[in-house]
């Protein structure tokens, strides 16, 4: 059962369950949600209430949500140290979504480059959800609700992040300070892991194309044969240079994350190296860091009590610290209480 310690800092971080996670997440995120649990109170959440502003088949969502817990205490989330919890088991995150909606602006979220991304191919105003427009403020109040002062996400939720902040600062100017306002934590590299087929794109769990991702979960030989056909550059050289090299650059970036060292040691590696030996040893790292996570979710996926039991303490948690948040808004906006 998680304590946490008054005097440590508290971080949030969230992790849709709207498909499998590929080593863009692992690198990206989760591997900085493991290295910071002995020093923070951390608290971690499947966002399904995320998820759905994008259609999900519901038998799908409720299974993968639980093998996507699975898969995150096997790659080391330890629940004795860090909350792990399904944000729709705790109703204050809906609740302060909603509330911080009406100190939101139009403008604002209209700017946001993942929203305009994701709606570009859209025919018409009519296909997008309003819950993918309004995602931002929901994640804002993910975050303020436990008055995080560090959230570890990849670059591309930065914009998300700095929203939260300018809604956390209206909010404390507007009444008095309520929220504290979050800092980013990016990591040193892995921040941005890009796709095998475009490496000049995101890698991403929602790419049409198979290639272009590696999930945590892929066997040996889906990974080998995934990078080996990971998009290159017609030069010879293997060298970091992230604008005229952008296939090299990736895989190397992801070979220091899987290997745990600097990209200029990744480089030197492999300076004299042919690109189809140098793709191989990049399979080669990734499929062996992920052996051990693999093996202990083969095994976690079978106890579903324990994994439940760890969902539950922990969304009970959770509840009693965001409710907290909660009830002092609630206060500040002048909902009348009986209490
Ligand atoms: P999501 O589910 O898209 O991704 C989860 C985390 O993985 C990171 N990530 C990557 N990092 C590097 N390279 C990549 N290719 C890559 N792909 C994904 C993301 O940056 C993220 O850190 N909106 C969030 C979920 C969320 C959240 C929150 C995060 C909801 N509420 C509150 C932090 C705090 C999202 O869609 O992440």
Not at 108 to 132: C, H, P, W, Y
Not at 224 to 234: G, H, I, L, Q
Not at 256 to 277: H, L, M, P, Q, T
């Amino acid at each position: 059962m998680v304590q946490f310690d008054k005097d440590k800092k508290i971080i949030f971080s969230g992790i849709q369950p709207s498909g499998e996670f590929t080593i863009g997440n692992y690198y990206g995120a989760i591997k900085n949600w493991v290295a910071t649990q002995e020093e923070y109170n951390c608290i971690y959440s499947l966002v399904d209430l995320h998820a759905i502003t994008v259609l999900q088949d519901p038998a799908t969502l409720r299974k993968r949500t639980f093998e996507e817990a699975a898969i995150l205490i096997a790659a080391g989330i330890d629940p004795e140290k860090a909350l792990l919890f399904v944000q729709s088991h705790v109703s204050a995150h809906a609740e302060l979504g909603w509330i911080l909606n009406c100190y939101s602006y139009m403008g604002e979220l209209s700017r946001m480059t993942q929203f305009k991304d994701k709606t570009a191919k859209a025919s018409s105003n009519d296909s997008i959800r309003v819950g993918l427009f309004d995602y931002p403020v929901l994640m804002a109040a993910d975050i303020l609700l436990y008055q995080t002062d560090v959230v570890p996400v990849g670059i591309d939720q930065k914009q998300h992040l700095e929203l939260a902040r300018d809604i956390a600062q209206r909010f404390n100017q507007q009444y008095s300070p309520t929220f504290v306002v979050p800092e980013g934590y990016f990591g040193t590299s892995g921040a941005k892991i890009n796709s095998l087929a475009n490496p000049e794109k995101k890698m991403s769990k929602s790419d049409e194309n198979e290639n272009a991702f590696i999930l945590m979960k892929d066997t040996p030989d889906r990974i080998r044969n995934k990078f080996k056909r990971a998009v290159t550059d017609s030069e010879t050289e293997i060298r970091y240079d992230r604008e005229n090299k952008p296939g090299i650059s990736n895989l190397l970036e992801i070979y220091s994350c899987a290997k745990r060292v600097s990209i200029e040691e990744a480089a030197k590696e492999f300076e004299n190296e042919n690109y189809g030996n140098f793709k191989l040893a990049v399979a080669e790292a990734v499929i062996e860091d992920l052996k051990p996570i693999q093996d202990k979710f083969a095994e976690l996926v079978k106890e579903k009590e324990y994994v439940n039991k760890v969902l539950k303490e922990s969304a009970d948690y959770a509840s009693y610290l965001a409710n907290k948040t909660l009830d002092k808004v609630k206060r500040k906006v002048g909902f009348y209480s009986t209490k």
